[in-house]
């Protein structure tokens, strides 16, 4: 009986079996794929992270350096991150390096193109664990470019979703409030109400800027 059932349905088995063999070289390629791309993007990555971090030797010295300003620099880690970005979209890494394009970007003093870098960031990874970073680096580009209300709803952000930025942004919000008040004078007490609470938080570094802000 087992017999004539499988002559019965030997056609359908086949396909059965076929399509699990695919199903499991398609996994197989999906992996060791996925490593491979993880692996190329974070060579470059390491590359551009290393012109990032460079510090150019002073003129005069023994050392020959490898970029001759901060300008070449930023501009060779940008290429170099944007290749990971547009190249290896899937990489784990791919998020930082689209993060790191608008930092270099912004380091090159170009606030405007920093600004679409961060918000691009915030539009596809809004909930990575670097959008504190992006949100903080959107309030720089803000203020940067005198949008200070902006400014402060971007670092305001970050200051009240606590975390690692809470201070930096606690200060950067205060400066745009200091900013405001030639517009309401009342601008000036939210300022000193939230540097005397950066001025008792955790943050040593935060803590120090918000006591001079508050003087």
């Given at each position: 009986r087992l017999?004539?059932?499988f002559?019965?349905?030997k056609?359908v088995?086949?396909a059965s079996g076929?399509?699990v063999?695919?199903l499991?070289l398609a996994?197989?390629?999906?992996?060791r794929?996925g490593h491979?791309?993880n692996?190329r993007?974070?060579?470059?990555f390491r590359?551009?992270?290393?012109?990032?971090?460079?510090?150019?030797?002073?003129?005069?010295?023994?050392?020959v350096p490898a970029?001759a300003?901060?300008?070449?620099k930023?501009?060779?880690?940008?290429?170099?991150?944007?290749?990971v970005y547009?190249?290896?979209r899937?990489?784990?890494?791919a998020?930082?390096?689209?993060?790191?394009?608008?930092?270099?970007r912004?380091?090159?003093?170009q606030?405007?193109?920093?600004?679409e870098?961060?918000?691009q960031f915030?539009?596809?990874?809004r909930r990575?664990a670097?959008?504190?970073?992006?949100?903080?680096?959107?309030?720089?580009?803000?203020?940067q470019?005198?949008?200070?209300?902006?400014a402060y709803d971007a670092?305001?952000?970050?200051?009240?979703?606590?975390g690692?930025?809470q201070?930096?942004?606690?200060?950067?919000a205060?400066r745009?409030?200091?900013k405001?008040?030639e517009?309401d004078p009342?601008?000036?007490?939210?300022a000193?109400e939230l540097l005397?609470?950066?001025?008792?938080g955790?943050?040593p570094?935060?803590?120090a800027?918000?006591?001079?802000?508050y003087?």
């Open positions: 017999l004539e059932l002559e019965q349905y056609p088995v086949a076929v399509a063999v695919v499991i996994s197989i390629y999906y992996v794929h491979e791309v692996q993007s974070s060579a470059i590359e551009a992270l290393s012109y990032y971090t460079y510090r150019v030797p002073p003129p005069g010295g023994d050392q970029v300003s901060d300008d070449e930023y501009q060779r880690a940008h290429a170099l991150f944007q290749q547009d190249t290896y899937t990489a784990d890494l998020p930082a390096a689209l993060l790191m394009m608008a930092n270099c912004f380091a090159l003093k606030p405007t193109q920093a600004l870098a961060y918000d915030l539009s596809n990874y990575n670097l959008a504190a970073e992006a949100w903080m680096g959107k309030g720089d580009c803000l203020e470019l005198a949008r200070t209300q902006e670092y305001r952000h970050v200051y009240d979703a606590g690692t930025f201070g930096a942004a606690g200060i950067g205060a745009c409030l200091l405001m008040m517009s009342k601008h000036g007490n939210e000193v005397s609470k950066v001025a008792a955790t943050d570094e935060s803590a800027t918000a006591r001079s802000l003087k």
